[in-house]
């Protein structure tokens, strides 16, 4: 029962360089999440999902894009890394609007030098 | 737009009883989670109250109150591993940001011996 996995674990990159991170889940579930935590400041919300084919803005959006084209799968991308993205970042799933119980994979360390 | 308020930091000692509060504003509410983390690793699923009143799982129990935008999260018989940061959080089901799931900025227990 993998849940939510989340891949790579740890990157580096350098300034201006663009990477994909990858959440796969296997619950079948609609909504899924990505979120950045930074000391201090709690989980904030980047972009959601209700469902297959759609994306929605959080928090804060700014510097990142998504795509959702299989239900299991949610893509956070970076076009062009900068320091002020270096953060942990967490994808989460949750079954649908009736139900708040999100579960989250392991993390994704990133470090942008 | 959504605001949760938490306290940063909360400490008591082992065997005790500690309350943690949330107050929320959101335009649309669909229900307060908690969540606990502990150092290094993931967010993980507490509790959820949809309606006014006390939920009771164990040791925890989590309590909500509409009308006063105000929840809190009650630990008992407090233990070491108790440890770590408890996180409130509310979906928002109203106009464009249907579906999201917002969390406060946590608080960090400190349980001693």
């Known amino acids: 029962n993998a849940g939510v996995t989340q891949t790579p674990k740890f990157r580096v990159l350098k300034t201006g360089q663009s990477m994909t991170l990858l959440c796969a889940q296997d619950m079948n579930h609609e909504y899924m999440y990505w979120y950045r935590q930074d000391p201090g400041m709690g989980l904030r919300l980047i972009h959601y999902?209700?469902?297959?084919?759609?994306?929605a803005k959080g928090e804060v959006p700014d510097g990142y894009n998504v795509s959702r084209l299989k239900k299991q799968n949610f893509l956070l991308g970076l076009e062009s890394a900068a320091p002020s993205q270096t953060s942990v970042y967490f994808c989460a799933s949750s079954p649908h609007r009736m139900n708040t119980e999100a579960f989250f994979g392991q993390g994704t360390r990133l470090t942008v030098v | 737009g959504q605001s949760l308020e938490q306290p940063s930091e909360v400490t008591a000692v082992e065997g005790a009883i500690v309350q943690i509060n949330c107050t929320y504003q959101?335009?649309?509410?669909?229900?307060l989670s908690w969540y606990q983390q502990h150092d290094g690793g993931a967010p993980t699923f507490l509790s959820y109250?949809?309606?006014?009143g006390l939920e009771e799982t164990g040791r925890f129990s989590s309590f909500l109150s509409r009308s006063d935008s105000y929840g809190y999260l009650l630990l008992q018989e407090l233990q070491m591993k108790d440890s770590a940061s408890y996180f409130c959080?509310?979906?928002?089901?109203?106009?464009?940001?249907?579906?999201?799931?917002?969390f406060g900025k946590g608080t960090k227990l400190s349980v001693k011996p």
């Open positions: 109250n949809a309606l006014d």
């Open positions: 959080a509310v979906r928002d089901d109203y106009g464009g940001s249907q579906g999201n799931l917002i």
């Open positions: 999902s209700v469902g297959e084919g759609t994306t």
């Open positions: 959101t335009s649309g509410f669909y229900g």
